[in-house]
């Protein structure tokens, strides 16, 4: 199971009718998120087991992590090439002069392509890279075809694609902290 991390929400906690925050996890939520990061159908029992708590106490600080925003969802670990999307790659966009401020909404646009899986505007000489998996290189070569054609400012992009993968994660893992 896929686990997506948020790291930039506060978690808040309920006493009574006031609200305490805070902002940082303490080590038991750590190690509840790290467990769900690792294994998203882990039930509240081997959780509990784990983290020396009672399954109504897990429950109730899963539910809180997730309504603060630290747990985002949940999702299973699809292989894509078995799914019939073999083709990896990696394409930078690049906008003439850094111009990239108006074309933002063209980006955000991308996540209607199945085939593009996630979009991060970059800092050095690029302004966003997508990561895609295609069905071929002709459905990556549409996706190009719409990402380039559809644009208000002049851009380039460069795309690599992947011959072999040493290792994804499933996830955001975070470790403790030193």
Same mark, same amino acid.
Request: glycine share 8%; aromatic share 6%.
């Given at each position: 199971? +896929? +686990?997506?991390?948020? !790291? &930039?929400?506060?978690?808040?906690?309920?006493?009574?009718?006031? =609200?305490?925050? @805070?902002?940082?996890?303490?080590?038991?939520?750590?190690?509840?998120?790290?467990? +769900?990061?690792?294994?998203?159908?882990? &039930?509240?029992?081997?959780?509990?087991?784990?983290?020396?708590?009672?399954?109504? $106490?897990? =429950?109730?600080?899963?539910?809180? +992590?997730?309504?603060? /925003?630290?747990? !985002?969802?949940? /999702?299973?670990? *699809?292989?894509? $090439? @078995?799914?019939?999307?073999?083709?990896?790659?990696?394409?930078? *966009?690049?906008?003439?002069?850094?111009?990239?401020?108006?074309?933002?909404?063209?980006?955000?646009? =991308? #996540? @209607?392509?199945?085939? *593009?899986? #996630?979009?991060?505007?970059?800092?050095?000489?690029?302004?966003?890279?997508?990561? *895609? $998996? $295609?069905?071929?290189?002709?459905?990556?070569?549409?996706?190009?075809?719409?990402?380039?054609?559809?644009?208000?400012?002049?851009?380039?992009?460069?795309? !690599?694609?992947?011959?072999? !993968?040493?290792?994804?994660?499933?996830?955001?893992?975070?470790?403790?902290?030193?």
């Amino acid at each position: 199971m +896929l +686990l997506r991390l948020s !790291t &930039s929400s506060r978690l808040t906690r309920h006493r009574g009718s006031e =609200m305490a925050h @805070k902002t940082e996890l303490d080590a038991v939520d750590r190690k509840i998120v790290r467990q +769900l990061a690792t294994d998203g159908r882990a &039930s509240y029992q081997a959780i509990a087991d784990e983290v020396g708590l009672s399954r109504p $106490a897990v =429950m109730e600080r899963v539910k809180r +992590l997730e309504e603060a /925003g630290y747990i !985002t969802g949940y /999702g299973a670990r *699809v292989d894509r $090439a @078995k799914s019939g999307f073999p083709v990896t790659a990696f394409v930078a *966009v690049r906008y003439a002069n850094s111009d990239y401020v108006g074309d933002e909404p063209r980006m955000r646009d =991308m #996540e @209607k392509h199945p085939e *593009v899986l #996630e979009c991060h505007h970059v800092a050095g000489e690029d302004c966003y890279m997508l990561k *895609v $998996a $295609a069905h071929d290189l002709e459905s990556l070569q549409g996706v190009l075809r719409d990402l380039r054609g559809s644009s208000k400012t002049q851009m380039s992009t460069r795309t !690599t694609i992947v011959l072999g !993968t040493v290792f994804e994660k499933p996830g955001f893992v975070p470790v403790e902290p030193d």
